[in-house]
């Protein structure tokens, strides 16, 4: 059985727990704390040099780390990762877009803001992240005005991995009612068979 090294509030460890439940695999989920250094750990360290979670481990000796790289992994030859070459692109260039130019900005504002609880002590740093967490949103709304989803006219681990952030951005102070296309882009991915909440266990 796969072993999920985790931290239950977190996106990127959302993303992981939201697909293993949509293909039923059963996963053993280790709850890190990262806020005490469990992350930075020598024996964790061991298991993703980079010290974060997410990190699967797949057997005895292996160790994936990063949400998006987890994610292909268990997705390839699933119907959330299309066969198509341009398709499979389309969902990189989503998940690209992901870790660069949306959760850099979003999930590290509502970090600060609601897992730190220190909006006053990181104002200045939160302030810093707006105009790049409101062009993200910018971007996925006018993607979502013409499409369904992000790749290949499915959904794809490009909208998992987008949706793990986008449907707690106002956690980190970005409303998203200028964004209409988004919310009704957050109720089809919460409409899939076996969605989950980020709070919520792999059922
Ligand atoms: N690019 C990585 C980011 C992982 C990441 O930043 N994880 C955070 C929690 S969301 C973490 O483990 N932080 C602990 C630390 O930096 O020590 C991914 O997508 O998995």
């Not at 989803?149 to 794809?156: D, E, K, R, V």
Request: glycine share 4%; net charge negative.
């Amino acid at each position: 059985m796969y072993r999920l090294y985790q931290m239950q509030d977190s996106g990127n460890c959302y993303k992981v727990r939201l697909l293993l439940n949509q293909l039923q695999i059963p996963c053993e989920c280790i709850e890190i704390d990262i806020l005490s250094g469990e992350s930075r750990t020598d024996t964790f360290l061991e298991k993703n040099s980079n010290g974060r979670v997410p990190t699967l481990q797949l057997d005895e000796q292996t160790y994936l780390p990063e949400s998006n790289a987890i994610l292909w992994y268990l997705a390839e030859e699933t119907p959330f990762l299309p066969q198509d070459k341009l398709a499979r692109a389309r969902v990189l260039q989503w998940m690209f877009f992901e870790q660069y130019s949306h959760e850099p900005f979003i999930a590290t504002s509502r970090f600060w803001i609601s897992i730190l609880q220190q909006e006053d002590n990181f104002a200045d740093q939160i302030a810093a992240k707006r105009s790049g967490g409101e062009a993200a949103l910018g971007v996925m709304n006018r993607h979502l005005q013409d499409n369904d989803y992000f790749a290949a006219n499915q959904y794809t681990i490009a909208d998992i991995a987008l949706y793990a952030y986008t449907h707690v951005a106002e956690e980190g102070n970005f409303q998203l009612a200028p964004y209409p296309a988004i919310t009704t882009w957050l109720t089809r991915v919460q409409s899939q068979s076996w969605h989950i909440g980020l709070l919520d266990p792999i059922a």
